[in-house]
């Protein structure tokens, strides 16, 4: 069984940085794609980067050239790189694998999240 356990998150003032760390433990057949997802208060969760097990890139709407996303094969890691953070950036931050499993059944696994808070 697959797990995800994200750390990094906390209080910082505008303008500052975080770098966020997903760590997976178990294993997988294959990942196709991790990622990072937010849900502000009384927002739908929304995807901030997304990277395919071949390196691509995929950045959410509104935030790309802030924040970088990048994973560690070899140590189960993915980050998020977050600068000049905003208010706005305020929010849980989910990690998420996607992938297959050993039966080759597709898995979608969701961490539990990190919350990053930005004051105005």
């Known amino acids: 069984q697959v797990e995800l356990v994200e750390s990094g998150g906390g209080l910082v003032q505008p303008g500052g940085s975080l770098t966020l760390s997903c760590t997976v433990s178990?294993?997988?057949?294959?990942?196709?794609?991790m990622g990072w997802y937010r849900q502000a208060p009384g927002k739908e969760r929304e995807l901030v980067a997304r990277?395919?097990?071949?390196?691509?890139?995929e950045y959410g709407a509104t935030k790309m050239a802030r924040f970088t996303i990048s994973r560690n094969d070899e140590k189960n890691a993915m980050y998020l790189q977050m600068t000049e953070l905003k208010p706005e950036d305020t929010a849980v931050y989910y990690c998420?694998?996607?992938?297959?499993?050993?039966?080759?059944?597709?898995?979608?696994?969701w961490g539990k999240g990190t919350l990053v808070t930005v004051p105005s």
């Open positions: 178990g294993s997988l057949f294959s990942t196709n794609a």
């Open positions: 998420n694998v996607l992938g297959y499993d050993w039966s080759r059944v597709v898995v979608n696994v």
């Open positions: 990277i395919t097990d071949g390196g691509s890139t």
